[in-house]
């Protein structure tokens, strides 16, 4: 069923698991300046307050720990492991001229102890930890100057790990860019009121970020061909709240236009409904002639996909762009997570049926997963039956979309030990086959344990699939 080299595994990102902020030349990144607390994404800090807790400046010590945190995952079998490089480690303002070794070296060791483990890397290049400087001093993805720091900074890690890493990732969760545009495309747009202005802020960001992956893929062919580029998309489906045709049409335009990164990324132009999108909003983008026969060149491989949820859409709701990221409407039929998020494994198996069709490519499930409040029992361990059952039926949702034709070349569980979680950086809302004691106010000794989730997925894994 599954195909013989599935790559089962594991997800996390640099700034919610290494922590070691500052250390061995690193770079504030912008989530290292987003306090704790619900809603913080939907803000922005430009600087450090003193007396505010900051979860990435320590997270799980992954920097330090890495070794025996790898021991354990490959104890869960897993086939591959996701990660991100932190572009602060290697330029630590991301306008340099020449990289930090420190921070090449820090990564040279954790791919290293991969392969020695025989666990493939999946790397992607920026997961929400745009180099501070960058936006401070330009004003993050808005300015063309990004497309450049990119450019030498993705030059420079595909050619030092091009014998450890073949998958990799451009952007992830390019289209973030609407829902949470500060972490997802370094620029602020809070204090811009006018619809037209905080979209064409966007689409402008957005296109120089198109560029800056197509130019990433052809660095990265250049080196190796055989490397595996992928774009990265947040794609819960949109469902239409009834069948009333306004609200089919309205959910469905909605979803056509949430996929208009993946369409330029993996089509390598934009489609012709942004036309559309240009003339209504108005917007003047700054596309300059090399660019077209850059995006149509530096197409990606595969799409890389995070998927978490459904979502219900009414027609005439309050959205912006697109609804990449939103809940929308309560589903009446779904169960919820503490943190509101709907329930939806069915829906995973739609968007790879539905994913397929449009681009007939390989698809990568690069994030699936649930945050959940972990308790210890009084024998001192956590028997996580919901984390089970989300990935039962996760799991067995993405059997049906193989059988039903779909591509998949793997699956990497969100999160396989508890990270600092990226909507509310707080602690517990966790994911992880693996708990880390720490607590959100940063406090614990940062030991490891396994959950009863761990053996769960060790044999899925062990067999391939089947044992559910
Ligand atoms: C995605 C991000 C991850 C992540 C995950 C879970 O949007 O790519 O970085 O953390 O969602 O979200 P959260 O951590 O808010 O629960």
Request: glycine share 8%; proline share 4%.
């Amino acid at each position: 069923m599954f195909p013989k080299e599935f790559l089962w595994g594991g997800a996390i990102a640099a700034n919610q698991a290494e922590g070691a902020y500052l250390e061995g030349g690193k770079g504030l990144s912008i989530a290292d300046v987003l306090p704790v607390g619900a809603q913080r994404i939907g803000k922005v800090s430009l600087a450090l307050e003193k007396d505010t807790h900051y979860p990435s400046h320590d997270a799980i010590d992954f920097y330090h720990r890495f070794e025996e945190d790898i021991d354990l995952l490959a104890e869960l079998g897993i086939k591959c492991f996701r990660t991100s490089i932190a572009w602060s480690r290697i330029f630590p303002k991301g306008d340099e001229l020449i990289p930090n070794e420190a921070g090449l070296l820090f990564y040279d060791r954790l791919f290293n102890k991969l392969k020695e483990k025989g666990i493939e890397p999946v790397v992607t290049l920026s997961h929400f930890e745009t180099p501070l400087h960058l936006v401070t001093e330009y004003g993050g993805w808005l300015n063309r100057k990004l497309i450049d720091c990119f450019d030498r900074y993705t030059k420079v890690v595909f050619d030092r790990y091009k014998n450890q890493v073949k998958y990799w990732l451009t952007f992830n969760e390019i289209n973030h860019a609407h829902t949470i545009p500060f972490l997802a495309a370094a620029i602020d747009v809070t204090a811009i009121t006018n619809e037209r202005e905080k979209l064409q802020s966007i689409y402008q960001a957005s296109h120089n970020m198109l560029v800056a992956s197509a130019k990433a893929v052809l660095n990265g062919k250049a080196v190796n061909p055989a490397n595996q580029i992928g774009c990265m998309l947040s794609l819960s489906p949109i469902y239409p709240a009834t069948c009333n045709p306004a609200d089919v049409f309205e959910s469905y335009q909605l979803r056509r236009r949430s996929l208009f990164y993946s369409d330029v990324q993996l089509r390598g132009e934009y489609p012709k409904y942004f036309d559309r999108i240009i003339k209504e909003n108005q917007l003047a983008l700054v596309i300059e002639p090399a660019d077209l026969a850059i995006l149509s060149r530096g197409t990606c491989d595969y799409l890389g996909f995070s998927f978490y949820r459904s979502s219900l859409h009414e027609a005439g709701m309050k959205i912006l762009g697109n609804t990449g990221g939103l809940l929308g409407k309560k589903n009446p039929y779904l169960e919820e997570t503490e943190w509101g998020w709907p329930i939806d494994p069915l829906a995973l198996r739609y968007v790879c049926n539905e994913l397929t069709d449009r681009y007939q490519k390989p698809l990568f499930i690069v994030e699936n997963g649930v945050g959940v409040r972990d308790e210890f029992n009084e024998q001192r361990q956590i028997i996580d039956k919901e984390r089970m059952r989300y990935l039962n039926d996760h799991v067995a949702a993405m059997a049906e979309a193989i059988k039903d034709g779909s591509d998949i070349l793997g699956y990497t569980w969100w999160g396989p030990i508890d990270i600092v979680s990226a909507g509310t950086g707080e602690m517990e809302k966790r994911y992880g086959f693996i708990h880390v004691d720490k607590l959100n106010d940063g406090s614990g000794s940062l030991s490891r344990t396994k959950k009863a989730s761990f053996n769960y997925y060790r044999q899925i894994i062990q067999t391939n699939g089947l044992n559910r």
